[in-house]
C-alpha cells in the first residue's frame, strides 16, 4: 500500500505510455490464487483481434467474504498497473495500460464480500481503467501480476482487506490525496482537449463563425444508462456525431465535440473545453432511464442549469449525471469548488437568459418532431452546465428504459427529424442573437 501510494505521482505519465513499464509490478508472493480461484472464468470469445496491439483481458472474478475479497483478472500477458483507493464513496481505482475487454456482459454487476460492484473500460487512449465501488473502507492488501502457470493464463490479483475508516483516510493522505487527481488531470487533461483540439480546423481563432459544443454524454469506462446491449454511451455519441454533419453542412458555425469516440471525458473537462473555445452555445446530449420501480416515462426533456432543482424527477437525473466521475474513478474530494459552487451563485444573468431562450426555442422546435416528456423544461444542478459564459442545456433525448423511446433512439429516421430540429432551434437562437445583440462571441 505505502508504496503504491507514492506511485500516484507517475500515473499521469505512466498511463500515457502505451507499455507503462516505468512502474515497477510488484513481484508476486509465493500464495498462488488456490481454492478461491473456483469459479469458471467466462470463456473468452473466439479471439476476436479487433485491436491487435493490446492485452486482452478474458475473465474477471471475485472471491472472498466481507473481511477479505480477492479480484482477479485473467489476460493474455502480464501488465503494469497501478491501485489505490479513493474516498467518498469508497473506491478502489486499478490503472492499467490499455486492454482489450473480452468479458462476459454482466461482468462486475454483482456484489461479493467487499466489493459492491466493479466496472472496466477506457479512460483515455492508452489507458484503461478498472472502478471497484467497495462497501466500505478497505486497503489493497496485496496486488501482484502472476505469470501463466499450471495451465492458468497470467493473472492480475488484488486482494482488498476491510479497514476501519481512520486508517483509510491514513492511507490517503497526507501525499496521496492530492496526487490522485492526476489519475485524470495533469498528463490526461492535456491529452484529453488535445484530442478535441485535433479535430479543429487550423483557423479557430480568425474564424469568426459562432462556435458549438456538443458533448455527448459519459463515453469510455461510463456507460450511463442501459437497456440490453444499448449503452447510453453509444447512443448520445451517434446522436452527437449527426448533429455535428448537420451543424457543419450549415456552413454558419464551427462545431467542437467534447468527444468523438468512446473515450470518458471528466464533467469538469467538457466545461473547460466550451469555456476555453469561447463557445457560443453548449449542448449536452444524454438518454434517461427510469428504474422499473419508478413507472414509465417517455420522451425528450430540455434541462438548463439551476440551484434548485425544477421538481425531483430533475433533481434525481442532475445526481445520476454528475455521479459520471465518481464511476469513472475521478478523485472528487479534489475538485476545484469554485467552479461547484461560486458559479451558481454569480450564475450570470446574460448567460442564463440565453440558456432558457435556446431551451424554449428547442422545445419549440422539437416538439413538431419528436415525442416530448409531459414537462418537457426543467432544470436542476447539472455539473456539465456550469460554465458561466456559455449558454448551456442538456437534453435527455428519450428514455432508454422505455420501449418506444429505445426504438426512437436507434432508429436513423427518428434521429435525423430530431437533429434537423435541432438545427432550426440553433439557427433561430443566432439569427435572434445576432440581431438583437451583435456577433455573437
Ligand atoms: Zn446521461
Known amino acids: 500500500m505505502e508504496n503504491r501510494a507514492k506511485h500516484l505521482v507517475f500515473l499521469g505519465c505512466g498511463l500515457l505510455c502505451a507499455a507503462a513499464l516505468a512502474i515497477p509490478v510488484a513481484s508476486a508472493p509465493s500464495a498462488a490464487e488456490g481454492p478461491q480461484d473456483g469459479q469458471a472464468a467466462p470463456a473468452a470469445s473466439a479471439s476476436t483481434a479487433s485491436a491487435p496491439d493490446f492485452p486482452v483481458a478474458s475473465g474477471a472474478r471475485l472471491a472472498g467474504d466481507d473481511k477479505q475479497t480477492r479480484f482477479i483478472l485473467d489476460l493474455d500477458r502480464k501488465i503494469a498497473f497501478r491501485a489505490f483507493p479513493l474516498a467518498d464513496p469508497y473506491r478502489v481505482v486499478v490503472d492499467i495500460p490499455q486492454v482489450n475487454f473480452q468479458l462476459a456482459a454482466g461482468t462486475g454487476s454483482a456484489a461479493r464480500g467487499l466489493v459492491k460492484a466493479f466496472r472496466y473500460g477506457l479512460v483515455m487512449p492508452g489507458g484503461s481503467r478498472i472502478v471497484f465501488d467497495m462497501t466500505g473502507p478497505v486497503k489493497v492488501a496485496n496486488s501482484y501480476v502472476l505469470d501463466a502457470a499450471n495451465g492458468q493464463p497470467p493473472r492480475l490479483v488484488l486482494d482488498f482487506e476491510q479497514v476501519d475508516r481512520t486508517s483509510f483516510v491514513q492511507s490517503l493522505a497526507p501525499e496521496s490525496r492530492p496526487e490522485l487527481k492526476p489519475a485524470i488531470s495533469e498528463g490526461n487533461t492535456a491529452s484529453i482537449p488535445a484530442v478535441t483540439t485535433a479535430a479543429l480546423p487550423p483557423v479557430t481563432t480568425t474564424d469568426p463563425r459562432p462556435l458549438i459544443v456538443i458533448d455527448p454524454g459519459h463515453g469510455g469506462i461510463d456507460n450511463g444508462t442501459q437497456s440490453g446491449d444499448q449503452t447510453e454511451k453509444n447512443l448520445v455519441l451517434g446522436f452527437g456525431l449527426a448533429l455535428r454533419d448537420r451543424i457543419e453542412k450549415s456552413g454558419k458555425y464551427r462545431v467542437v465535440m467534447t468527444r468523438s469516440d468512446d473515450t470518458f471525458i471528466p464533467l469538469n473537462d467538457r466545461v473547460k473545453i466550451a469555456r476555453s473555445q469561447s463557445a457560443a452555445l453548449f449542448v449536452s446530449i444524454h438518454a434517461d432511464a427510469l428504474p422499473r420501480r419508478e413507472g414509465d416515462a417517455q420522451g425528450a426533456t430540455i434541462y438548463t442549469v439551476s440551484d434548485k432543482a425544477s421538481d425531483a424527477e430533475a433533481e434525481r437525473l442532475a445526481e445520476t449525471e454528475n455521479k459520471a466521475d465518481a464511476i469513472a474513478g475521478v478523485n472528487l474530494t479534489d475538485e476545484p469548488t469554485e467552479v461547484a459552487d461560486i458559479l451558481i451563485d454569480l450564475a450570470q444573468r446574460e448567460t442564463k437568459t440565453f440558456s432558457n431562450r435556446f431551451a424554449r426555442l428547442l422545445m419549440d422546435e422539437m416538439k413538431t418532431t419528436v415525442r416530448m416528456h409531459k414537462h418537457p423544461l ?22 432508454v428504459s422505455n420501449k418506444g423511446d429505445l426504438e426512437h433512439l436507434v432508429s436513423e429516421n427518428w434521429r435525423n427529424k430530431a437533429v434537423g430540429s435541432m438545427v432550426q432551434a440553433i439557427d433561430t437562437f443566432f439569427a435572434k442573437r445576432l440581431a438583437t445583440a451583435g456577433p455573437a462571441k
Open 378 to 399: 426543467k432544470s436542476a444542478g447539472f455539473r456539465v452546465l456550469k460554465a458561466p459564459d456559455v449558454p448551456s442545456v442538456l437534453v435527455e433525448i428519450g428514455y
